[in-house]
């Protein structure tokens, strides 16, 4: 999930703390939800497909507790629930040796729902910081490599050493790509990528680290016109920092959250150089959160902002 760097601005995860994780409040799968994880795990009873995600649930958190995690957010499959998530499928569908990423992958539960719904298993990779998170999604699905054999790739994507600072390409590289199976780094997919999911990771970092994060994601992007990047994270409707509360297992409430009209701005002309170049959506809805957050002011409002980005 969030890299290792930290920047003023950035909302950071306290991993000295173990907050009671309360399971049985933030357990609850919809029809949906239930039949995904069913299917995949192969436990048919209810009960035991609740023990088990919870007991899974606790090895992640130990790992590092993310509020996501504490919160089974893992269990949402909110990839399906983006409004590009059709765009995703119809890639995987219609362009030949469509790459596609789930950057930030946590225990992988959102690339296994795209390749479930159709989008080809031998052209999708994954990557998050922490490789234990990889293995306990193994664990979760109980799967193996063999079994599910989507490349991992461990490491920090602020790490000139795993993705390599680069222009946006304007042609298609021309070199082969070696075998997604031995790859160790980001860096030899610039310019490669037709599809990038990135949710709950921006609003890990402050302002500035944020748009260093889309320009480095937007170079691995092909240049073919309709590749893109999707994803959701905390918003705001003004942007800025986020102070209307104290999360836990976070120090203090420094969240910077865009709005729709400055992520809007930032992608088209801070990354891609001018209006023309991409098409960006946005869009925030409200959630409510009050039983995650301490001292919330009464009345605050919560908002959680989908987006895409596509080349034209």
């Keep these: 999930m969030a890299s290792s760097a930290e920047v003023e601005g950035a909302a950071v995860v306290d991993s000295s703390v173990r907050a009671p994780l309360d399971s049985e409040k933030w357990y609850s799968l919809d029809s949906a939800e239930e ?16 023990k088990h995600i919870i007991a899974v649930q606790a090895d992640a958190y130990e790992v590092y507790p993310y509020p996501c995690i504490y919160r089974l957010a893992f269990t949402g499959l909110k990839i399906a629930r983006l409004p590009a998530y059709g765009q995703l499928l119809k890639i995987g569908k219609e362009r030949k040796g469509a790459l596609f990423l789930d950057v930030g992958c946590c225990v992988g539960n959102d690339v296994r729902k795209a390749i479930v719904d159709g ?25 193996t490599p063999n079994t599910f054999p989507v490349p991992f790739i461990p490491g920090d994507v602020f790490d000139p050493a795993f993705l390599a600072p680069a222009e946006i390409p304007a042609t298609a590289p021309t070199e082969p790509l070696p075998p997604l199976s031995i790859l160790t780094s980001l860096t030899p997919l610039i310019g490669r990528l037709s599809a990038i999911h990135a949710s709950a990771f921006f609003h890990l970092f402050g302002e500035r680290q944020q748009l260093e994060l889309a320009n480095r994601l937007a170079a691995l ?24 509360a104290v999360h836990l297992n976070f120090r203090g409430t420094r969240m910077f959250c865009h709005c729709p009209e400055s992520w809007k701005e930032m992608w088209e002309t801070e990354v891609f150089g001018g209006k023309g170049n991409v098409k960006v959506e946005a869009a925030l809805r409200e959630v409510k959160r009050d039983d995650l957050i301490a001292d919330a002011v009464e009345g605050t409002k919560f908002y959680l902002m989908a987006w895409s980005v596509t080349r034209l």
């Design 35 to 50: 039949e995904f994880f069913t299917t995949q795990t192969g436990i048919q009873d209810p009960d035991q497909l609740k």
């Design 119 to 143: 989008f080809p298993m031998n052209q999708a990779l994954a990557s998050d910081l922490q490789p234990e998170f990889w293995q306990i999604g193994h664990k979760l699905f109980k799967s």
């Design 221 to 244: 992007l092909s240049p073919e016109p309709g590749s893109f990047i999707l994803g959701e994270h905390a918003g705001r409707p003004e942007k800025g920092l986020r102070t209307e």
